[in-house]
C-alpha cells in the first residue's frame, strides 16, 4: 500500500475496485468480498516515512491497519450515500433541522452552565 508500484495489471474483462469489491449495484454488502490488491502511494509527513522505510515489520503493521480504516471508511460513505439517495428531506428541510438542533444544544449547555453556578 505504501509505495510507488502501479500494482499488477488489470484482469482483461474485470473492472478493478481496488482491494476491495463492493458486491451488487445497488445493495450494501454485509461483508467485503477481496477481489485483490493494488498499491497506491499516499503522502505521509516525513518523519512517519522515515520509520517506515527503515522498518519493514511497522511497514508490515501499518498497511494492515491503513487497508482496514480505509475499508471502514469507505463502508461509512456507501452506506450514507444510499441513505441520503432515499432521503425525501429537501435542502431548506436539513437547514430547519439543522437550526432546531443547534438551538436544543445551545439551550441545553447554557441550561448546565447556568447550575453549575448555583
Given at each position: 500500500?505504501?509505495?510507488?508500484?502501479?500494482?499488477?495489471?488489470?484482469?482483461?474483462?474485470?473492472?478493478?475496485?481496488?482491494?476491495?469489491?463492493?458486491?451488487?449495484?445497488?445493495?450494501?454488502?454485509?461483508?467485503?468480498?477481496?477481489?485483490?490488491?493494488?498499491?497506491?502511494?499516499?503522502?505521509?509527513?516525513?518523519e512517519?516515512a522515515?520509520?517506515?522505510?527503515?522498518?519493514?515489520?511497522?511497514?508490515?503493521?501499518?498497511?494492515?491497519?491503513?487497508?482496514?480504516?480505509?475499508?471502514?471508511?469507505?463502508?461509512?460513505?456507501?452506506?450514507?450515500?444510499?441513505?441520503?439517495?432515499r432521503?425525501?428531506?429537501?435542502?431548506?428541510?436539513?437547514?430547519?433541522?439543522?437550526?432546531?438542533?443547534?438551538?436544543?444544544?445551545?439551550?441545553?449547555?447554557?441550561?448546565?452552565?447556568?447550575?453549575?453556578?448555583?
Open positions: 500500500m505504501l509505495g510507488t508500484s502501479p500494482g499488477p495489471p488489470p484482469v482483461k474483462g474485470r473492472r478493478s475496485m481496488g482491494p476491495q469489491a463492493y458486491r451488487g449495484r445497488h445493495a450494501l454488502p454485509g461483508r467485503w468480498h477481496q477481489v485483490g490488491s493494488r498499491t497506491v502511494g499516499i503522502r505521509l509527513p516525513e512517519l522515515i520509520l517506515l522505510e527503515r522498518d519493514e515489520v511497522l511497514k508490515s503493521m501499518a498497511e494492515g491497519l491503513l487497508a482496514e480504516e480505509l475499508s471502514r471508511l469507505l463502508l461509512k460513505v456507501l452506506v450514507l450515500d444510499k441513505l441520503a439517495e432521503s425525501e428531506l429537501t435542502e431548506q428541510d436539513v437547514v430547519e433541522l439543522d437550526k432546531r438542533i443547534k438551538r436544543g444544544l445551545r439551550s441545553r449547555i447554557e441550561a448546565e452552565a447556568g447550575a453549575g453556578h448555583e
